[in-house]
């Protein structure tokens, strides 16, 4: 990571990892390409969830340490 990397914060608490899922995707849709999100996920299943999630949008999981995940946000290809 950069250090000029855009960073953000996202606290996904105990919600369960349907609606975690959801709400990320939501939260990370307006941020730029190369964003750091940050996320907080305490849910149990949160360790395979969000791995999953990153392989499935495409964006790049950078660290996962339950309940702390770092996920890169995708660069988009102009076409």
């Known amino acids: 990571m950069s250090e000029s990397q ?16 959801l709400d990320l995707l ?3 849709k307006d ?3 190369g964003a750091l999100i940050r996320v907080r996920a305490l849910d149990p299943g949160a360790p395979l969830e969000i791995p999953a999630w990153c392989r499935i949008t495409g964006h790049e999981l950078a660290a996962a340490n339950y309940p702390i995940f770092e996920i890169i946000k995708r660069q988009r290809t102009s076409q």
């Not at 855009?6 to 899922?21: A, M, N, P, Q, S």
């Open 6 to 21: 855009v960073r953000f914060e996202f606290d996904g608490g105990d919600t369960g990892c349907g609606e975690l899922l």
């Open 26 to 28: 939501l939260f990370v």
């Open 31 to 33: 941020k730029p390409d």
